[in-house]
């Protein structure tokens, strides 16, 4: 786990009543091994149940690396899209050179995912997103885990048009990782697609 002022990667976490799983997605960011600084910033879109409460307690114990945004007003209420307002919100305090996704009720289980996906861009300069397969896990166990995203068993480059074609499923959020530099194309398409009903699209 490392942390410092000038984070190579902040990790970007909207939330809103996810107490049942918030802890889980904050373990999977501090078990993360890396060789470069990281911070986490969490979003919680004032949530109603005990999820701030949670958050809390981690940026007490983690204060250099837990660096939450905590609304007193819910923002989906006010904008009719908190995925969209989340996400951006957790751009905007970011101060990483890239910066990686997972959700609130989402969690990561390999503590070398982040070292794993900056090592491959850092390989290819003009490479602004990275993603890897996800598991849907339902957790009623109503139905059998699914395996989503394009996934090969090596490092591949997908073309543009088969990402496209694949739709939000592609690159499953809590996979993806981007470069800084295409934040002000997301935000500017989320400010002009004002009907995209789910920011991974």
């Known amino acids: 786990m490392s942390q410092t002022e000038d984070p190579l990667v902040s990790i970007c976490c909207a939330t809103y009543n996810h107490e049942d799983y918030i802890r889980d997605a904050i373990e999977g960011f501090l078990m993360q091994r ?23 307690e ?16 819910n923002q989906y209420v006010k904008t009719g899209n908190s995925a969209k307002i989340s996400l951006m919100l957790t751009f ?56 989503l995203g394009l996934h090969s068993d090596k490092t591949t480059i997908f073309p543009t048009d088969r990402v496209f074609h694949g739709g939000g499923y592609s690159c499953p959020r809590a996979s993806i990782v981007i470069h800084r530099s295409v934040v002000p194309r997301i935000v500017s398409f989320f400010n002009i697609a004002k009907d995209a009903p789910v920011s991974d699209y």
């Open 92 to 147: 905007k305090a970011a101060k990483g050179r890239y910066l990686a996704i997972c959700e609130g009720d989402d969690y990561w289980t390999d503590p070398l995912k982040l070292q794993k996906q900056i090592a491959e861009m850092g390989k290819y300069p003009t490479c602004y997103i990275s993603f890897h397969p996800a598991v849907w896990r339902w957790v009623d166990g109503s139905r059998e885990d699914e395996v």
């Open 58 to 73: 981690y940026e007490e114990r983690y204060p250099d690396i837990i660096k939450p945004v905590y609304q007193t007003e």
């Open 34 to 56: 890396t060789d470069f600084p990281f911070e986490v910033i969490i979003h919680d879109d004032a949530s109603t149940d005990r999820t701030a409460e949670i958050v809390r």
